[in-house]
């Protein structure tokens, strides 16, 4: 099925496309597979190089010149405020020309729409331009030791000490801390009021401000997340995004985006994966086999499945709604889809799953990465319980399981 989006989104696809074609560095789109889904094994270091590489760092600053970093963002603070439509048109376009996205993480994906919702007009001017810069790089300190699915329980303190917010407390599971210059932070500044209302969102700085963080070891053998310790942590107050005591509300909007941000274009990494492992089925000889035929037709089912409910979700933002509990659909079904996926992968190698190649650390080859890191997909941004839980509570308006006050 092909959406005729209009003459304004096609003559819009054009001048992307030529854009692309005369911008982009040569040799560019052969340095990595830009366009693996996200997975969190030992590859994920060959794709750390290709981020560090001379091509990828020029395209950066090409796409910088034009404006075309953040460009959902509104002109005042350097974007192009694009709608939802042109930055899938975007998306896709890159994803054909094989070059990739630029993004600015989790600065781009949660915490500027996050300002732009919630933040004053000073917090944005300030806070967003050095997002785009590269100059704040944001890791996320939402869960706890013990606060995970249950975040408004978060134990963080936030304490106020004149023009500054003071926070003590203990993070972990910090994807990417270790790159982070910032770290936003759910912290208790009032612990008098119910739980929901006694939080704040506020972004700390990571650097001399007394943060210790360690790493933790992946079972795929990469250690991409930190605990993180914090005491005594320093930020203005300024830092406090949506005022004291208005902490969850900003959370929500931020894991809003975190769970249904890319809807419209993860269909694109998976499908092209998708193909990837019928070859590896066509080099094993098990595309013969009608088991596995069963399921890599399954497999294409469901890559359709999420680009249709990817074009549904378009809509939604493209009619200038925020993306609602209906994100969570997405985050299951992603996740479960490629959870699945991993276990059909071991299934097509075989036993050849079994044996890691040669090298220092603990590598494992793209398909044992698949397997093992997307299991992670069900349980980051929120469990698939949790996603189940919204989607029967907010989005179906059943019944609410019982509190436990803890
Ligand atoms: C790869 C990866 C990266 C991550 N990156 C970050 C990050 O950058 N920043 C960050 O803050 N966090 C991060 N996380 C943490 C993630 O958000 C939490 O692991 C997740 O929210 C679950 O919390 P928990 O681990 O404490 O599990 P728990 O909340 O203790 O849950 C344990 C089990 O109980 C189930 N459960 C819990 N409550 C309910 C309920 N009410 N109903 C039904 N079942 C329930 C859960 O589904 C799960 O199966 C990351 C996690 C992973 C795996």
Redesign the pocket.
């Known amino acids: 099925m092909q959406l005729d989006l209009g003459p304004e989104v096609a003559a819009f696809r054009i001048e992307m496309r030529s854009w692309i074609r005369d911008n982009v560095p040569e040799g560019l789109a052969d340095v990595v597979n830009w366009h693996a889904p996200p997975v ?1 094994g030992a590859d994920r270091e060959e794709w750390d190089r290709a981020l560090d590489h001379p091509l990828y760092r020029e395209w950066d600053r090409r796409l910088t010149r034009a404006r075309l970093i953040c460009p959902r963002w509104p002109e005042s603070v350097g974007g192009r405020g694009w709608d939802a439509v042109q930055m899938s048109v975007w998306a896709e376009e890159c994803h054909r020309a094989g070059v990739p996205v630029v993004t600015r993480g989790m600065g781009e994906a949660f915490v500027g729409p996050s300002i732009i919702v919630h933040g004053t007009e000073e917090q944005k001017a300030y806070f967003l331009p050095r997002i785009i810069s590269g100059e704040d790089v944001y ?5 706890e030791p013990n ?4 975040l408004a329980g978060v134990r963080t303190r936030g304490v106020v000490e004149g023009e500054e917010i003071v926070v003590t407390g203990q ?1 972990v ?4 801390a270790h790159r982070a210059s910032m770290i936003f932070v759910l912290c208790r500044t009032d612990p008098n009021v119910p739980k929901h209302r006694g939080l704040s969102y506020v972004l700390v700085p990571m650097r001399d401000n007394n943060i210790e963080i360690r790493p933790l070891p992946q079972m795929s053998g990469a250690a991409e ?1 930190y605990e993180d310790f914090l005491d005594g942590a320093r930020a203005p107050l300024f830092n406090v995004i949506g005022g004291l005591g208005g902490g969850w509300r900003v959370a929500m909007t931020t894991l809003g985006h975190e769970r249904g941000g890319r809807a419209s274009t993860a269909h694109l990494a998976h499908e092209r994966e998708f193909w990837e492992l019928v070859d590896t089925a066509r080099k094993y000889g098990r595309d013969t086999d009608p088991l596995i035929r069963q399921q890599l037709a399954w497999a294409y089912t469901q890559v359709q499945l999420m680009r249709f409910a990817g074009l549904r979700t378009l809509a939604r933002l493209a009619g200038g709604r925020e993306p609602g509990p209906e994100a969570s659909i997405t985050k299951l079904f992603w996740s479960e889809y490629h959870r699945r996926l991993g276990e059909i992968a071991m299934d097509i190698v075989g036993s050849d799953a079994m044996v890691r190649p040669d090298g220092p650390g603990y590598p494992t080859d793209g398909w044992q990465s698949v397997f093992l890191a997307s299991r ?1 997909g069900t ?8 996603q189940r ?1 919204i989607l029967g509570e907010r989005a179906l308006g059943l019944a609410k ?1 019982p509190r436990v006050e803890g």
């Open positions: 969190t890791c996320q300190g939402f869960s606060q995970g699915s249950d993070k599971w910090t994807s990417g997340f992670a349980i980051y941004s929120g469990t698939s319980e949790i839980n399981e």
